[in-house]
C-alpha cells in the first residue's frame, strides 16, 4: 500500500489509474529520497519537480506496471498492479519507488504526474529486486458514508 499519494493527485488517482488515454500507463521510478521528507516531497506536481527533489536510481531504470486494475467495492475503490522485478541490479541504493501516470508513451517528465509513494530501502547487491504489491493494492480511495 502507499505511503502517501501525492498532493496533486488527491481525488485523482483512481481516475489516473484507469488509463484512460490511449498510449497512457502507470510507470515505477526508483528513487533514493536522501534526507528529503515526505511533506517536501508530496508537493512535487510532475515528475521533472520530484528529480530536483530526490535522486533517480537511473541504473535500475523506470518499469511500466502491469496487471494494473481498479476495482470497487463496499464504496471503496482499490488501484492495483503486478509485482515489479529489477534482474541483476546495480547503482545506487534505493528508498521508495514513486508510482507516475504516464500520459502518453512520449511524455516528457514534466508532464508525468507523481501518483504514489511507497517506502523501499534496498541495498543494491547485484541479485534480483522484486517490489512486491502489498495484497491490499496500491492504494484505496474510500467514499465517506
Request: charged share 20%; hydrophobic share 45%.
Amino acid at each position: 500500500m502507499a505511503d502517501f499519494i501525492f498532493d496533486v493527485a488527491l481525488g485523482k488517482h483512481v481516475y489516473y489509474a484507469e488509463l484512460p488515454g490511449s498510449t497512457d500507463s502507470l510507470i515505477v521510478v526508483p528513487v533514493n529520497a536522501g534526507a528529503a521528507s515526505d511533506s517536501s516531497i508530496r508537493v512535487a506536481e510532475d515528475l521533472d519537480e520530484l528529480l530536483g527533489i530526490v535522486t533517480e536510481q537511473t541504473t535500475l531504470g523506470r518499469k511500466t506496471l502491469s496487471g494494473v486494475s481498479v476495482g470497487v467495492a463496499n464504496n471503496i475503490a482499490t488501484v492495483d498492479a503486478a509485482d515489479v522485478v529489477w534482474e541483476g541490479t546495480s547503482g545506487n541504493d534505493l528508498t521508495d519507488l514513486v508510482v507516475c501516470y504516464k500520459p502518453d508513451s512520449s511524455s516528457t517528465d514534466d508532464a508525468i504526474i507523481p501518483l504514489y509513494c511507497l517506502d523501499f530501502e534496498v541495498a543494491i547487491d547485484g541479485s534480483d529486486v522484486t517490489a512486491v504489491i502489498n495484497t491490499d493494492g496500491l492504494a484505496t480511495a474510500a467514499n465517506g458514508s
